[in-house]
């Protein structure tokens, strides 16, 4: 019991260095109040959503002309994206992951989840169910369902 009591005391007495990293300085302290002054200091902003980021996700994404949805759905700092597609080939795929790169960092506050959903005849209602709503559909089909 004096062992551990003795190596809290000798934690709790040292200084750590400072490490730089990039633009970002990382501190390390064992001592309490001092890691919540640092902490307090360094507080990321909660990023706020509106319409438009869904709206640029559909947009860059109906680039596509395999795509014929896309649903989206807000949560919290998250994106949920589900992309619709006639034939998940894999160059249509490829097409798809390479625009996913593309918002991913144009976005980089933003954490995205993407998911490629084969169509497979389904209406659009049919595909997703749920909270997301639909950001894309391809003008084709609208005029088949009016």
């Not at 996700?57 to 994206?81: G, R």
């Not at 390479?98 to 960092?105: M, T």
């Not at 084709?140 to 009016?146: G, T, V």
């Amino acid at each position: 019991m004096l062992i551990l009591e003795t190596m809290l005391v000798m934690a709790s007495c040292t200084q750590a260095p400072i490490h730089k990293a990039g633009a970002d300085v990382i501190q390390f302290s064992s001592n309490m109040e001092e890691a919540l002054q640092i902490s307090e200091l360094f507080t990321h902003p909660i990023v706020l959503f509106s319409d438009d980021i869904e709206k640029v996700v559909a947009k860059d994404l109906a680039a596509i002309s395999d795509v014929s949805h896309v649903f989206t759905h807000v949560v919290e700092t998250s994106v949920l994206v589900w992309i619709v597609v006639d034939d998940p080939r894999i160059d249509v795929r490829h097409q798809i992951f390479d625009r996913e790169l593309a918002l991913i960092n144009e976005f980089p506050e933003t954490e995205f989840d993407f998911n490629i959903v084969p169509r497979m005849g389904r209406e659009a209602d049919e595909v997703i169910r749920g909270e997301a709503h639909i950001a894309y559909t391809r003008s084709s089909d609208r005029a088949i369902k009016d």
